[in-house]
């Protein structure tokens, strides 16, 4: 059996000598429905990342389209980070799992786009990286424990330089979900960044001062890790969020009506 470029990947061979996956298209907008199909093959497990689909051809003669249709098909997929396309004797479309920032900028998108309220934001992290805490300090590698110190270390420095940057707050509450070592939370929570630097602004417009206990919160945070104590980092990511909480509520409590509700 001839295998593809990606280890354990099928031919297109293999993907059509005995049954036919995809059927016919004749509505809509066809190379929508085409990547739907592909989409839903993936998810069935009847594609695997690594095999690599028939050919245009082929797949022109089983959906009964036009190969102009079937490659916008492909670059609907490509551009969804769900095949790559490779030149030359072995190559063609093949099957590949999305990355964490393909599917993060999805979600952050669709968040973006649905105008969030900082409270709102603030409220979804206190739910999400409450939850992080205990699988934070169960798993968390020394390799972790070296990048969270590292934020904290260039924020104290940012500090001592007489500015703070919301960005180091960004960053290590995206890296403290990686060290979770879920995949689907930390997928959550990067796909919060942008709300959540929003968020942080607005509490930093009412407290312009409160960067300097935030730093000293994830240090203490990383401390607690380190030392596997579940109910300190709990009490500190509690304080730490509250206090976010509390500033944006106040921003949103003395915003006009038609501004909140909008």
């Known amino acids: 059996m001839e295998l593809s470029d990606d280890v354990g990947g099928r031919s297109a061979d293999d993907l059509t000598t005995s049954v036919t996956l995809f059927t016919p298209v004749a509505s809509g ?10 989409r839903g093959l993936v998810r069935e497990g009847q594609l695997r990342p690594g095999d690599r689909l028939p050919s245009e051809r082929d797949l022109c003669q089983q959906f009964g389209v036009s190969r102009v249709t079937v490659r916008d098909a492909l670059r609907l997929l490509e551009g969804a980070g769900m ?4 030149v030359g004797a072995r190559g063609g479309a093949f099957v590949k799992m999305p990355t964490s920032a393909k599917i993060g900028e999805g979600i952050t998108d669709m968040l ?3 105008a ?3 409270d709102e934001v603030t409220e979804a992290r206190m739910v999400l990286e409450m939850g992080l805490v205990p699988l934070v300090c169960e798993r968390a590698t020394s390799t972790d424990l070296e990048e969270l110190n590292d934020i904290c ?9 007489g500015h703070h940057d919301i960005n180091f707050s960004t960053e290590f509450h995206i890296r403290f979900a990686v060290a979770a070592h879920n995949r689907p939370l930390s997928f ?11 968020s942080l602004e607005e509490a930093q417009a009412v407290a312009p001062r409160m960067g300097r206990p935030g730093v000293a919160e994830h240090r ?12 300190a980092a709990r009490g500190i990511m509690s304080r730490h969020l509250g206090r976010t909480a509390r500033r944006v509520r106040t921003k949103a409590s003395s915003a006009p009506e038609t501004n909140r509700a909008g």
């Open 29 to 38: 907008r066809i190379s929508e429905l085409i990547a739907d199909q592909i």
């Open 112 to 114: 973006s786009m649905a």
């Open 220 to 231: 203490a945070l990383v401390e607690a890790v380190t030392a596997h104590d579940v109910e």
């Open 188 to 198: 959550l929570v990067e796909s919060l960044q942008v709300p959540l630097r929003h």
């Open 153 to 161: 270390d260039r924020a104290e420095a940012a500090l001592a330089a």
């Open 116 to 118: 969030l309220h900082a």
């Open 83 to 86: 095949i790559d396309t490779k």
